[in-house]
């Protein structure tokens, strides 16, 4: 404390402010928001730098995604590895057309993976059916089974595409803008 007593000045103003924010119900809430945000913040930061992505394949777009993972893409770079089970990967990219009878499977494997999960339309056959969009067995779009983060239109889409759309979602998980 200084002579003049002003550090007890400081101490008192922030006092005031403390019982104010106390007292204030809106001040309150958005005095909440702030120490809360850097916390979430953290989390949903480590949750985008580690999406481990189901490998499976459904159409011709598997193989772009394939392209992704190997060494000239090298998904590894973004912390994005690939797992052999929906059990231990928070990512499903739906590349290919969904018929019907794979429609129960789809929804069974997104079920299995725990949350938060995130799910990426690659593709015109996932966004709406694509070129398949009124035959009798496939499914317009993945939405209707299982709910979609990010769109990616294209025919097939390129790994670079694929890339974009990760980062839309990884840029959507550090906002709290998600489908899921
Ligand atoms: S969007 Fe085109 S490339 Fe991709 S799965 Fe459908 S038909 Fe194949």
């Known amino acids: 404390m200084s002579a003049d007593g002003s550090q007890t000045h400081v101490i008192f103003t922030k006092k005031d402010e403390l019982l104010e924010v106390a007292q204030d119900e809106k001040k309150r809430k958005s005095f909440l928001a702030k120490v809360k945000r850097p916390a979430e913040y953290l989390i949903n930061w480590g949750v985008k730098s580690s999406l481990w992505m189901y490998a ?15 060494a000239r893409w090298d998904s590894d770079r973004y912390g994005i590895i690939a ?8 990512l499903m990219i739906v590349n290919g057309p969904i018929t019907y009878m794979m429609a129960p499977r789809v929804k069974r494997l997104f079920n299995q993976m725990p949350q ?7 593709g015109e056959c996932a966004i709406n059916g694509g070129p398949f969009w009124d ?3 496939i499914v317009k779009g993945a939405d209707k089974i299982i709910p ?3 769109y990616i239109p294209g ?3 390129n790994p670079e595409a694929l890339l974009d759309g990760i980062i839309k979602l990884q840029d959507k998980i550090l906002k709290g803008e998600l489908a899921s």
Not at 83 to 90: E, M, S
Not at 116 to 122: F, T
Request: net charge neutral; proline share 8%.
């Open 135 to 137: 035959s009798y067995s």
């Open 56 to 70: 499976w394949g459904l159409a011709c777009c598997a193989i772009e995604m394939m392209a992704f993972g190997a």
């Open 116 to 122: 938060p999960r995130y799910v990426i339309a690659m």
């Open 148 to 150: 979609v983060d990010v």
């Open 83 to 90: 797992r052999g089970t929906p059990r231990q990967a928070d």
């Open 155 to 157: 025919c097939p889409v």
